[in-house]
């Protein structure tokens, strides 16, 4: 489906996603449900529903589940949306935010398919897991073998995944993710007005 040279360029747009991992991996102090579902509201508008199934990766949902609870997510842009592709998200819109969650956790082995509606965190190679994530638009099961292991299904509201706004047509890489991380959220809506936002995400009962 796609050419070498875009699989290339979407590999590397994946590899920026993390500028230098320099500190070593740590695994999750919490252990997480083995089953929950979290609710995320837009400002597409509209929500949509992950369920996570902690035997997928149990590591990256135990993660998951802590940057949740921590409200992480909340008021977090939608940086990269790639059409037929996948819609990318996970930096926290208060730079001190992001660099409290620098520490990467270890890779965890890859049980799920990177099938349309899966949730997988970006990486820059091996246990380079730390708060991005992206959610696959289509069946990207290429991907299984470069170590991205999903760790849930978007299970409701999929048609919101798909109405993200796309802040840079024509380009794979989305917003300059540096830029986002050292700026924030004022500097993301001063540059693109119509970006879209996860407003608010919780963990269902
Ligand atoms: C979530 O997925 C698990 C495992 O597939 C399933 O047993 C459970 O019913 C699902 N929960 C919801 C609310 O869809």
Redesign the pocket.
Known sequence: MFSFASFCALFFAFASAIAAPAREARAPEFRAPD?F?VVFSTSVPGTFVV?V?RALAPLGADHFYELVASGFYDQAAVFRVVPNFVVQFGINGTPAQNRKEQTPIPDDPVAASNVAGSIVYATAGANTRTTQLFINYVDNSFLDSQGFAPFGYV?RGFDTVQKFFNPTPGSSDGVDQGQYEANGNAWIKAQYPSISFITKVAILP
């Open positions: 089953s579902c369920n199934t299970t």
